[in-house]
């Protein structure tokens, strides 16, 4: 029966069947006219047990029925030299003689099936776009048809289909020209509506690049590096709001790998004795650290839901200063415990309802600093200037306050003091002082810990302090 099949397809089955349909164990001579086996290799009907020949064949074979124009004209020009030198073998009939040998046309008919699947291809990808222009100009035409047909005669109601001839024909041009004049309109704010989405979306990939960037210099072993990748983060942070929150924690984490403070007293202990070793003047924290602590004291004022996490930290002799900055250095809702500040220069500083619990702020200059609701718990303030410190409700429970400068009986009079408070020695016997003891102590029996302390205690009568 003859095979009906068009001459394409009768090709390609023929290629697939010289690779694939073995010869029969009684005949080894090749099917092909023309061809016979590599003289060097006998031919078997057992299957290869060499993989790497295996895999040889896979390759050749798939080269030639994908159609691949380097293997095809490889196989050309090998089967060329075997022809000069006498023999009419393809070079790669000796890789599996089991299988019939590849015939010389196999190549080309593939890169024949290659080209004509490609050029259906285009022609398919053409014949769509071509369909879809179609169906986009009879859209763009209903769409006309209908806001100057249907819409215009739904907006324009009975008062225009009452007149006649000239006037409604007036009337209804000028109908047609607000529903287009409106059409337009709302084009318009959409186009602007998608070019704002389209910004935004393109300025939060290069906010998100640029804080990758940094972070990746927030690593680097040179100095220059570190300080250009600090300021940059501070850039995203003022021009992106929804990056607040992270580059703080990311700044914040940085400070505290690099300052750990080493020696921390175990559960129980007291607090490490601050005078010992006391640092000398103008030591000061790393440049890196001092220009993260910086841009942490400018940063905008937004809601943030942790505070700035800043525990166990050595940072003796900080600067931050008031009259170096546009507005006081805001470390509001600071986390500083165990932190060690001596010598540190923190005049004028917002630490409002920062947690300073154990920390050590020896000979720390706190002139005008705010520490309204702070909690120093346990703080060494041996040696402190504190002329002008704001006190009002801090809880001074435990914190020792010997040899301070400039200390009132005013501030205290506003704090939470108990009998675990160290006072300076002026103050121990201070009616004022006395006075605002003995109402912490009522007031601690009467409500919880957590509680706001009692409010300032008034002058007493008489009092000359």
């Known amino acids: 029966m003859l095979d009906q099949r068009p001459l394409l397809v009768r090709q390609v089955a023929w290629v697939r069947l010289a690779f694939t349909h073995p010869a029969t164990p009684t005949d080894h001579r090749p099917r092909t006219s023309g061809l016979r086996p590599h003289p060097h290799h006998q031919a078997t009907t ?5 993989s790497r020949t295996t895999r040889s064949t896979w390759c050749h074979g798939r080269a030639a029925i994908g159609g691949h124009r380097r293997a095809a004209g490889v ?10 030198a006498g023999d009419k073998t393809p070079a790669c009939s000796h890789i599996r003689t089991a299988h019939r040998p590849v015939p010389i046309w196999a190549p080309r008919v593939c890169c024949y099936v290659h080209r004509m699947a490609l050029g259906n291809r285009i022609r398919r990808v053409r014949s769509n776009r071509v369909a879809l222009a179609a169906l986009g100009a009879l859209s763009l035409l209903g ?6 047909g249907p819409l215009s005669w739904l907006i324009a109601g009975d008062t225009v289909r009452t007149l006649h001839g000239k006037e409604r024909a007036d009337a209804l041009t000028a109908v047609r020209q607000t529903v287009l004049a409106a059409v337009a309109g709302t084009s318009v704010l959409i186009g602007v509506g998608f070019t704002a989405r389209t910004y935004r979306l393109s300025r939060r990939g290069q906010v998100t690049e640029r804080f990758r960037t940094a972070i ?15 300021y940059s983060l501070e850039h995203v942070m003022a021009e992106s709001p929804e990056e607040h929150n992270t580059v703080v924690a990311v700044l914040a984490s940085f400070i505290r790998e690099n300052t750990k403070r080493d020696g921390l007293p175990s559960h129980g202990d007291g607090p490490p004795d601050g005078m010992r070793d006391l640092p000398a003047w103008a030591t000061e924290p790393p440049a890196d650290i001092r220009a993260a602590l910086d841009v942490l004291a400018r940063r905008p004022e937004r809601p943030e839901s942790r505070r700035v996490d800043l525990r166990s930290t050595t940072l003796v002799g900080l600067v931050l200063r008031d009259f170096e900055f546009n507005a006081p ?7 500083l415990t165990w932190a060690d500040l001596r010598r540190a220069d923190l005049r004028g500083a917002d630490l409002t309802r920062a947690i300073l619990n154990g920390a050590q702020l020896c000979h720390a200059w706190l002139g005008s600093t705010r520490l309204d609701h702070a909690h120093l718990s346990d703080i060494d303030l041996r040696g402190a200037r504190l002329d002008g410190t704001i006190l009002l409700g801090a809880y001074l429970g435990g914190a020792d306050l010997r040899d301070t400068h400039s200390l009132s009986a005013e501030q205290l009079s506003g704090a939470f003091i108990d009998e675990t408070s160290r006072l300076p020695s002026e103050l121990v016997a201070d009616p004022w002082v006395m006075a605002r003891l003995a109402e912490c102590q009522a007031w601690r029996q009467q409500h919880a810990s957590n509680e706001p302390p009692p409010p300032p205690t008034p002058r007493p009568p008489g009092y000359s302090g």
């Open 46 to 50: 057992e299957p290869l047990k060499d």
């Open 75 to 84: 196989w050309r020009r090998t089967s060329l030299l075997h022809r000069k």
């Open 143 to 148: 769409a006309i048809y209908l806001v100057l």
């Open 216 to 230: 990746g210099h927030l690593a680097s072993d040179k100095l220059a590096e570190r300080l250009g990748a600090i």
């Open 329 to 335: 250095p805001r470390l509001s809702r600071v986390f």
